[in-house]
């Protein structure tokens, strides 16, 4: 799930993930993982990788639908590594910069959920990871694309509000395409493609539910830049106007629609 560790990327060097903080939405953020593996069309793949792998909750579905395979877990975030070997599965996690990793070896699936919207230059990219796949084999990605909604909007009208160049230098146009760009993207690479979109409305609890749910994703590049007094006041105008945006419910949830992007595209 998590970016890079270069500021290019979009995120800084700095920036601190927190894997209670992402985990307490586990089966949510989970369920779009096991949706896009159902449609990856492989029986016994032998080379797997989870490529921003986060704390293995993604891992954990891999290892189960292929416990034969030689399974690695990819991140650049140290904190989340040290959470995903403590689930005991049978994967070898590597830290590195998603944003030019490389396997040793061709891989038949690299799997990806949730981390490569943290990556500029879609077009490298996906040439790069096609490149690494196998014959036969399958790049499967799902990105989440609420970018339009007003969790996302907000984050970046409380950025500009801030009057931070810090925290303006973190927003990025556009981090995720439309679904047919991603098609011409990999068709040149693929003798299959599917790619679709799922829009979820999570019901969610607890006080001020979508900054929860940020605080792990979204939130983290901009709190990671700033300290003190002035973190605590742009997270303060920042929940304001998400309580404003997702006012609870008569029985008390909020209603947090998210679209997310999936794709799952088969080398020649």
């Known amino acids: 799930m ?14 601190s993930w927190d894997p209670s903080t992402y985990l307490k ?27 921003g792998c986060g704390p293995g ?33 049978p994967a070898r996690w590597t830290l590195a910069d ?46 989440p694309n609420n970018f339009a909604a007003p969790s996302h909007v907000l984050l970046k009208e409380t950025v500009l509000e801030s ?3 810090r925290l303006k230098d973190l927003l990025r146009p556009d981090p995720v395409s439309p679904p047919e760009t991603y098609h011409r993207l990999l068709a040149p690479y693929c003798t299959e493609t599917d790619i679709w979109e799922t829009a979820y409305l999570q019901v969610l609890t607890g006080d001020d539910a979508v900054f929860a749910w940020t605080s792990g994703t979204a939130l983290v590049p901009f709190v990671s ?19 404003q945006a997702y ?9 947090f629609p998210f679209r997310r992007l999936f794709m799952v595209a088969r080398q020649g």
């Open 2 to 15: 998590c970016g890079p560790a270069t500021a290019r990327g979009g995120i800084p060097r700095t920036m």
């Open 98 to 143: 998603i944003a030019n990793w490389r396997p040793d070896t061709s891989q038949d699936v690299i799997f990806s959920n949730a981390a490569l919207h943290w990556l500029d230059d879609h077009p490298a990219l996906f040439k790069r990871l096609m490149g690494c796949i196998s014959t036969g084999g399958v790049l499967a990605v799902q990105m």
């Open 57 to 89: 909750n993604s891992t954990a579905l891999l290892a189960a639908r292929w416990p034969e395979c030689q399974l690695v877990g990819v991140d650049s975030s140290q904190q989340m590594l040290d959470k995903a070997a403590t689930t005991g599965l």
């Open 247 to 255: 006012p609870p419910e008569p029985d008390g949830t909020t209603l």
């Open 225 to 243: 830049a700033l300290e003190g007094a002035e973190r605590d006041a742009f997270v303060a105008a920042y929940k304001s106007k998400l309580a």
């Open 163 to 165: 009057g931070s160049t």
């Open 25 to 51: 939405f586990d089966d949510k953020r989970t369920r779009p993982a096991g949706e896009l593996l159902a449609r990856i069309p492989l029986d016994a793949p032998l080379h797997v990788t989870d490529l």
